[in-house]
């Protein structure tokens, strides 16, 4: 099971590298692929005020510093065509945000790399559109033929369902997207940010984390690949996000549930 976790955006340093030694047992753990996530830029943030992170020179530091330190395999996300070829020397994942998984530029210049490229759906998307973004990536990456789960999981293209828009200021997820989009990619359930309430919170989003437990165990019933957690010890003092992030305290039972979810539908 692909299991992605770790703060929204790069905070402190000591704050970094906490979390990162309190996810070690998924990363000890045999039957998980464990990456650590986390953001050098927010560059879709609610207000101009928001605190976006570290950036994309100092962040990749951090993020070094993180996968020598701990050995972990890491994800971030870039949010233009002059990104991906510095982020993927520190990357293992490149992470299109659901704002621009149809960006042309974007998907091509994280393609050309030899990174994972995870694509989340945007939320104003059905789930079958995403075929033509994972299409994008398998061109660039000289595959020509049918898109489909198999040839995806070969050429390291996956997909990240994170709700979809309904009315303002909230996000539903339809469970049918999940077996839909894995006929022609891996599916990673982003667990968090479905539970986002966008920009309900006047300058910033909220969320209800109270429901991410649900979700994750819908999503293991119906069949996914991995799961995605932003996760922190104190949500309310995170600096993005932390309405609908899970405590750490509370990670390990979750993904038990899951776990057992997952081998009986096995």
């Known amino acids: ?59 990749l530091k951090m993020l070094q510093e993180v996968k020598e330190q701990f050995g972990y395999k890491i994800l971030t996300d870039v949010h233009d065509y002059t990104q991906p070829q510095a982020a993927a020397e520190v990357a293992d994942v490149l992470q299109i945000p659901a704002f621009l998984c149809r960006q042309t530029d974007l998907l091509l210049a994280a393609a050309k790399t030899s990174a994972v490229v995870n694509i989340k759906k945007g939320q104003f998307l059905a789930p079958s559109a995403m075929e033509h973004s994972v299409e994008k990536v398998l061109k660039t990456r000289g595959f020509e033929g049918k898109v489909s789960y198999e040839n995806a999981k070969k050429y390291n293209v996956w997909l990240t369902e994170r709700g979809t828009t309904f009315g303002y200021g909230n996000l539903v997820v339809d469970m049918r997207g999940l077996k839909i989009m894995r006929e022609f990619a891996p599916v990673v359930f982003d667990a968090t940010h479905s539970v986002q309430m966008p920009a309900s919170g006047g300058a910033t989003s909220g969320g209800d984390a109270s429901f991410v437990s649900y979700l994750s165990r819908a999503a293991a019933a119906v069949g996914v690949d991995g799961f995605f957690f932003e996760t922190h010890f104190d949500p309310s003092c995170a600096l993005s996000d932390g309405p609908n992030m899970i405590e750490l305290t509370k990670l390990n039972a979750l993904i038990e549930q899951i776990d057992a979810i997952r081998s009986i539908v096995e």
């Open 1 to 59: 099971m692909i299991l992605i976790s770790g703060p929204c955006v790069l905070e402190s340093r000591d704050t970094v590298m906490r979390i990162a030694e309190a996810l070690m047992p998924y990363h000890e753990d045999c039957t998980k692929e464990f990456y650590f996530k986390a953001s050098f830029d927010k560059a879709n943030r609610t207000s101009l005020d928001s605190f976006r992170g570290p950036g994309l020179q100092e962040g």
